[in-house]
């Protein structure tokens, strides 16, 4: 640098100030680039944070539903044991009747 400032005429503290000065705007726009790189990145995780409240909504019917599901099935089960009696017990009734005949 010393020998450029020597060839063209230039001071050294200009040099320097001019090489500061573009130190300083190179820095000025990787700043404004992750300030940037932030914001989408911020941006990022709040469409994600919002998919996941969403899914979790999702996940939380689906386990209501699956309880439901479970409970219709109990129920269900009961209603078809008690029917079977009921056939089983009217069958046998019949056969007392027929044979009594």
Known sequence: MFLTCLLFGESTEQTKDGFDGKLNAELSKLRLS????????ETQLSGCSEKLKVTKREVE??????????????????????LSTQSATLTHKFELNSIGK
Do not use: C, P
């Open 61 to 82: 019917t689906l386990r209501n539903q699956l309880i439901e599901a479970k409970r219709k099935e109990v129920a269900l089960v009961a209603q078809n044991e008690t």
């Open 34 to 41: 992750h300030s940037g790189y932030s914001r989408d990145m």
